[in-house]
């Protein structure tokens, strides 16, 4: 998260206002000069001291570690000032909500951390501190939201080590934002086990980016990565439309490990750019290999980009341009899958960049994320990508759970018609049985994706694949179904 915030807020007045020591001050070492809080220094020594000062059947301290959950965007969309101001405020809350002798501190941009001599405290402030820092903000004219992550740990016992335990409360921390963030976990032997795979994880893909990083530039093939496709076909008709390109990472002792557990390692260790390039080059030249259907126009390629991509929006710009250049597609065959949870921000400007290419958008997991309809309309989408949830919650069988698919089959029918009338067509991702299919199409959704079709596929097999598709295509269309019957 960025830490440059240094400009001195106003003065706060929704808070208990922490004593910002005067420039010159020898406190400052010790104290954050932003919010006045503890250093990350002086919360060592304090941690150091008090478990070493802790007698046999003293309470024992605890720690929380605290991150505000995407308080980037805040800087992104209402300047660092604004950022400034709002972390000032978060300070005074947090120290609003511990018990007096607890000692907070301002670990790094976004990052806070508060000890409590007495442990046993530690849920409750959790969940006040939860409480308190997502009340509304206003600064500088801007009103805003926030939510946190917390991560407790509590001391075994008095020989301790601070590192320890700071450590065990930022795992915990770490949970709470695998969690889905907003939360607060209190940390688990289990969960070191989880921190240490996930480390060995994130140095085995540190290494093969680092060992392919020239190829990955140049957007040539690369050891251990692949791109794979999954078809997409007219849910009417059946006839082959284009295929969504999706990432594989085939590690040489792990097996096949999907985008799901290492697109987010790479966006934490920032070699998202590169990988997302390389996927963006490689389907980009896979896709105008393609042989041309028997009817209809070209197939198209769906590229995902992940939302720190979409964050840098002059270098993703250029990256999908380069990758029209050097592959020679046309750009309309082009089409970039945005996730909806990425929308927070202003991503209207890089959307609209992308548009202006040639290339079409599409809003994918659509119905899980923040997107309003009321600014659904003002984003230049082409397709709504109907979350997989919402399939799932269809018959796979025989077994039709009544209540729940009723409702999934209004929710898709309602989505199909609200993508109609913004002039958006919808994709059903997921749709794994015939009976899905029925659904899906019965209520109106346009394009089908799914197991059901085919799986991700590897570039060496996609040719048959085709051959396969084209000739299923050729078969009688499937009628126009009635329309549904009334909710009951
Ligand atoms: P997504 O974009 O929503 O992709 C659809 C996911 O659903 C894929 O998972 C696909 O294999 C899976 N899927 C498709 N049909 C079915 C089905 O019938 N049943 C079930 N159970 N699953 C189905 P995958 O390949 O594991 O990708 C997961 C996510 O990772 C993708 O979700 C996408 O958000 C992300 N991802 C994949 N490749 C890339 C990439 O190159 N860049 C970025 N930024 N993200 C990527
Ligand atoms: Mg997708
Ligand atoms: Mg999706």
Not at 151 to 168: C, F, K, M, S, V
Not at 202 to 215: G, H, I, S
């Amino acid at each position: 998260m960025n830490a440059t915030n240094a400009i001195r807020p106003e003065r706060t007045d929704d808070v208990i206002s922490p004593d910002v020591p005067a420039a010159g001050d020898p406190a400052l070492k010790e104290h954050d000069p932003l919010t006045g809080l503890c250093s990350r220094a002086e919360l060592h020594r304090l941690l150091g001291t008090t478990l070493a000062g802790a007698r046999p059947g003293d309470a024992l301290p605890a720690l929380l570690a605290l991150d505000l959950d995407r308080f980037q965007s805040i800087n992104d969309s209402t300047g660092i000032a604004t950022g400034d101001g709002v972390l000032s405020r978060v300070a005074g809350r947090i120290r609003g909500a511990v018990p007096k002798d607890a000692t907070v501190a301002r670990i790094s941009g976004d990052e806070f951390a508060v000890l409590l001599p007495d442990g046993s405290q530690g849920s409750a402030v959790a969940a006040k501190l939860l409480e308190l820092i997502a009340r509304p903000y206003a600064v500088n004219g801007h009103a805003m939201s926030l939510s946190v992550s917390i991560g407790l740990a509590r001391a075994l016992g008095p020989d301790q080590d601070a590192d320890d335990l700071l450590q065990a409360a930022n795992i915990a921390l770490h949970c709470a934002e695998a969690d889905g963030k907003d939360r607060w976990c209190l940390f688990e032997p289990w969960m070191q086990q989880r921190a240490s795979s996930r480390q060995a994880l994130e140095m085995d893909l540190r290494a093969a980016l680092a060992t392919n990083k020239v190829e990955l530039r140049k957007a040539m093939a690369v050891e251990q990565f692949e791109v794979h496709y999954q078809p997409q076909v007219d849910s009417r008709s059946q006839r082959l439309l284009g295929f969504e390109a999706l990432a594989r990472w085939r590690h040489p002792v792990r097996g096949m490990v999907g985008p799901n557990e290492f697109i987010p390692l790479a966006e934490e260790i920032g070699l998202i750019g590169l990988l997302g390039d390389w996927v963006l080059q490689t389907a980009c030249r896979t896709a105008a290999s393609w042989p041309a259907p028997s009817t209809g126009a070209p197939y198209r390629v769906a590229v995902n980009v992940s939302p720190l991509q979409l964050r840098e929006r002059r270098a993703l710009v250029a990256s999908i341009a380069n990758a029209l250049a050097s592959s020679g597609l046309a750009p309309g065959r082009l089409e970039i899958e945005i996730t909806e949870s990425a929308l927070i921000g202003d991503a209207l400007e890089t959307l609209q960049g992308i548009k202006a290419l040639g290339v079409s958008l599409s809003l994918d997991d659509f119905g899980t994320g923040y997107s309003s309809l009321s600014q659904l309309a003002h984003y230049p989408f082409d397709r709504l990508k109907i979350d997989r949830s919402f399939v799932s919650e269809l018959p796979s069988g025989d077994a039709a759970h009544a209540v729940r698919t009723v409702q999934s089959r209004w929710m898709l029918q309602a989505i199909a018609s609200l993508g109609a009338g913004l002039g958006m067509s919808t994709v059903a991702e997921g749709v794994e049985t015939e009976a899905q299919a029925a659904i899906v199409r019965e209520a109106g959704v346009s394009v089908i994706q799914g197991f059901l079709i085919a799986r991700p596929t590897p570039e060496a097999a996609l040719a048959s694949l085709i051959e396969r598709l084209e000739i299923a295509a050729d078969l009688p269309a499937i009628p126009t179904p009635a329309p549904l019957e009334s909710h009951p």
